[in-house]
């Protein structure tokens, strides 16, 4: 059986608008299916986000007539994009590879300064924003941490991230995980001349903003190709005969 692909979505993306946004990449594999934050990424602190992923996982998996623990390669955008990082951290013998899609990964300027005010309540509100906040305990734990599993880490983002500026700011510089940048020639040249010490491993031509990343036809040839890639490999080290759900 074909590898699973659980996609997990951003911030506030819920029901109708999850199906929008996520109807392209979904669409376009029979064994992916859709997981979206409890209480919309907003109100849960994203430690304790990880537990309904987990659990979501698990339920997906036993829907599509899988092993609960079966191996798994993750999607994850904006928001989700930090949570499927942590996940694999945590269950590096169940998720093979992960693909990071418009994440925050130092940090949220907006979400920031959400948080900030509603702590002027004096009551965190928005513990998910606070976590997403440039040099957070949490984004400061996960840098930490990825090294472990950077090897099977591919993170794509765009030059027109909007929400994460500068768009540099969704680059993972850490050896062994893949950055691939969405951009025109122009940009790219630009990205060339201004941000040197930003590596792109790939590049993608075009114009995607955050919100059409999922959508993107190239993004969805480069997660199914490497997706396809990773379940042969994982069917030629189980041998003949064997069979890995």
């Known amino acids: ?45 994203l430690h304790r986000s990880q537990e309904h992923i987990a659990s ?21 955008h904006s928001q989700g994009g930090l949570a499927v990082l942590r996940f694999a951290i945590d269950h590096p013998e169940q998720v093979v ?5 418009g994440t925050p990964w130092e940090g949220a300027s907006p979400a920031s300064l959400s948080a900030a005010v509603y702590r002027r309540t004096g009551v965190d509100l928005t513990p ?7 040099k957070s305990p949490f984004l400061t734990q996960l840098h930490e941490d990825l090294p472990a599993v950077a090897d099977r880490v591919t993170n794509i983002y765009s030059t027109h991230e909007v929400l994460i500026r500068p768009y540099v700011h969704a680059h993972i510089p850490i050896e062994g995980v893949t950055n691939v940048l969405i951009a025109s020639e122009k940009e790219y040249e630009h990205h060339l001349r201004v941000y040197r ?6 590049l993608i031509l075009g114009r995607v903003t955050h919100l059409g990343e999922m959508n993107s036809p190239e993004v969805r040839s480069l997660i199914w190709g490497k997706v396809d890639e990773i379940g042969a490999q994982l069917r030629r080290s189980a041998g003949p005969g064997a069979t890995r759900e």
Do not use: C, W
Request: proline fraction near 8%; glycine fraction near 8%.
């Open 1 to 45: 059986m074909p590898i699973a692909v659980p996609i997990v979505a951003g911030t506030v993306i819920k029901g109708l608008a999850a199906n929008i946004v996520m109807r392209g990449v979904l669409q376009r594999h029979p064994n992916a299916f859709l997981i979206t934050l409890r209480r919309f990424g907003v109100t849960l602190p």
């Open 56 to 76: 979501d996982i698990r339920k997906g998996l036993i829907a599509q007539g899988r092993d609960p623990d079966s191996p798994v390669a993750l999607v994850g």
């Open 97 to 101: 590879h992960v693909f990071s899609v």
């Open 128 to 134: 998910a924003f606070t976590d997403m906040a440039p």
């Open 197 to 202: 010490e930003y590596d792109v491993d790939e």
